[in-house]
């Protein structure tokens, strides 16, 4: 099976960076998503890697690195609006639907 | 810009009750989801559909049936519901089957008393 694993919390102050990691376990897998979802909301996408590196997005960038079954979401330039959760997911080789991990909770104080 | 609907946002029904949870896309996407999320196990899938009457078991299909008689179509249904179906349900779509932006509902809320 597939399993992913994220911090519950992090908690950083506006204007700052934040990392956001994401270790998984799956056999094999198409690339590495992140959902960000605000309160009451549903989730929405955010970024896609499907190869090793650094993809950047405005003031968000993610990062993948196979060998080490690892990737971040960092947030750059913090506002008070990036509060909400933070969701991995990787989509396996021959399965069509996403395993998402727990989910990190940002909380961004002023 | 791809829109998935939810019919209800927020139910309340009593152990035992069937429920139908109603989700509609209107981007000719393959491939429909139910998942379900609660605190700490962030989401959960239930059941897929990737064509009209075709549908595959999740991680968690106990308790729960879909149907999906149209392409634009997917629901999911408790057959009797039960207090630990207390739940948010997304519905969500997926173009294809390389894509890889999953495309999910505002949710809907269940709470079963």
């Known amino acids: 099976g597939q399993s992913l694993e994220q911090p519950s919390e992090v908690t950083a102050v506006e204007g700052a960076i934040v990392q956001i990691n994401c270790t998984y376990q799956t056999s094999g897998f198409y690339g590495l998503s992140w959902y960000q979802q605000h309160d009451g909301g549903a989730p929405t996408f955010l970024s896609y890697?499907?190869?090793?590196g650094l993809e950047e997005t405005g003031r968000f960038s993610s990062f993948l690195s196979r060998s080490d079954s690892y990737g971040y979401l960092l947030l750059q330039e913090l506002q008070m609006k990036d509060s909400a959760s933070y969701f991995c997911a990787v989509r396996s080789t021959g399965r069509r639907a996403l395993t998402f991990g727990s989910g990190t909770r940002l909380q961004v104080q002023p | 810009d791809v829109k998935v609907t939810q019919s209800s946002r927020y139910l309340v029904k009593r152990t035992g009750e069937k429920v139908f949870l109603e989700c509609v896309q209107d981007?000719?996407?393959?491939?429909m989801f139910w998942y379900r999320q609660d605190p700490g196990l962030g989401l959960r899938l239930i059941y897929f559909s990737y064509d009209v009457k075709m549908k595959e078991k999740g991680d968690i299909p106990e308790g729960y049936s879909v149907s999906r008689e149209k392409k634009e179509r997917f629901s999911l249904i408790l057959e009797s519901a039960s207090t630990n179906q207390t739940s948010m349900y997304l519905c969500?779509?997926?173009?294809?089957?390389?894509?890889?932006?999953?495309?999910f509902g505002e949710g809907s809320w269940l709470t079963v008393v």
């Open positions: 890697n499907a190869l090793d």
């Open positions: 981007m000719d996407h393959e491939n």
């Open positions: 969500a779509t997926l173009q294809g089957y390389s894509g890889n932006t999953i495309y």
